[in-house]
């Protein structure tokens, strides 16, 4: 008898029609309404992943954004983005403050994994809200488990896939949707796998797939991008699966409207684009 899969389990594609929308703004919005992220990365020498988080999430309708990073990077910050608060941090200690008042927390973009990103991730895994967790995160969290605070989302490529759960970046690939319910249910969270046909997959089983996308992104920093876009989703009241479904669907459109140009496509290209896609999807004002 020919059996027919489970349709709970079976991948949904991600369109304008499958992806949640944010709700209109009322005239009497403040910025208090939309969520405070914090952006927490940036190691010496790789400062710009965290700004691009930054910038995504504010592009992307958080109502607040703060960035702990090295202090050395507080001056580029706050040329490029005046708008965030911008805390240079030498030890978990100093991030604690603004940690408490953060309703999101995007952790891993240029983060490391010497000392100071690790103090810094632990501060933040015993944080309460959700998360999202990218990049060095990852990898320090398959070198260490921690547990991630209910709602969170992973954002691996292949590779930090592999890392997680001690196989192959080939065996990931060759069973994809496998390996990101394996992630989602093994840390209780939202696991976006990342790559040609990104997938998004929830500790209960369900599956998405994006079909979207060009070439041309294949290029550094599209990955902190994405991070901040979630982490804004969140931050406006999306849950987790909603968010990252959002989030990875805007993400691939604004790429592959941008593609067209050929390569070169830069990680910060997209930021505009992903704004103007999110308000054609999800106008501000009904």
């Known amino acids: 008898m020919q059996q027919t899969s489970n349709p709970v389990h079976a991948p949904t594609v991600l369109s ?15 910025k208090g ?6 952006v927490v990365g940036g190691d010496l020498g790789t400062g710009g992943s965290v700004l691009l988080s930054a910038e995504a999430a504010l592009r992307c309708g958080a109502g607040l954004v703060s960035v702990a990073t090295r202090p050395e990077h ?29 309703s999101v927390a995007v952790v891993g973009p240029g983060l490391g994994q010497a000392a100071w990103g690790r103090s810094l991730l632990s501060a933040v895994a015993n ?29 691996p490529h292949p590779g930090e896939a592999a890392r997680l759960l001690g196989i192959s970046t080939e065996a990931v ?53 994405l991070s901040g876009v979630c982490g804004a989703l969140l931050a406006q009241g999306l849950g987790a699966w909603d968010a990252a479904g959002l989030g990875v669907w805007l993400h691939a459109c604004a790429g592959e409207r941008l ?12 930021i505009p684009v992903i704004r103007a896609l999110l308000e054609e999807h999800s106008a501000c004002l009904a």
Do not use: Y
Not at 33 to 38: I, Q, R
Not at 81 to 89: D, K, Q, S, Y
């Open 173 to 225: 690939q060759a069973d994809r949707p496998g390996a990101a319910r394996k992630l989602a249910r093994r840390h209780n969270s939202v696991c976006v796998l990342k790559g040609a046909g990104t997938l998004v997959a929830d500790p209960e089983g369900r599956l998405a797939r994006c079909d979207r996308g060009h070439p041309a992104m294949a290029g550094a920093g599209l990955g902190d991008v």
């Open 16 to 30: 304008s029609l499958t992806v949640a929308r944010l709700p209109p703004r009322p005239a009497q919005a403040h």
């Open 33 to 38: 309404d939309f969520g405070h992220v914090l």
């Open 259 to 270: 593609g067209s140009g050929g390569r070169g496509l830069a990680a910060s290209d997209l």
């Open 127 to 155: 944080a309460e809200g959700a998360q999202v967790w990218d990049a060095d995160a990852l990898n320090l969290l398959a070198a260490s488990p921690l547990a991630l605070p209910s709602g969170s989302i992973l954002t």
């Open 74 to 102: 507080v001056a580029a910050g706050l040329t490029r983005m005046p708008e965030t608060m911008c805390l240079g941090v030498q030890s978990a200690n100093q991030l604690m403050t603004v940690l408490g008042r953060a």
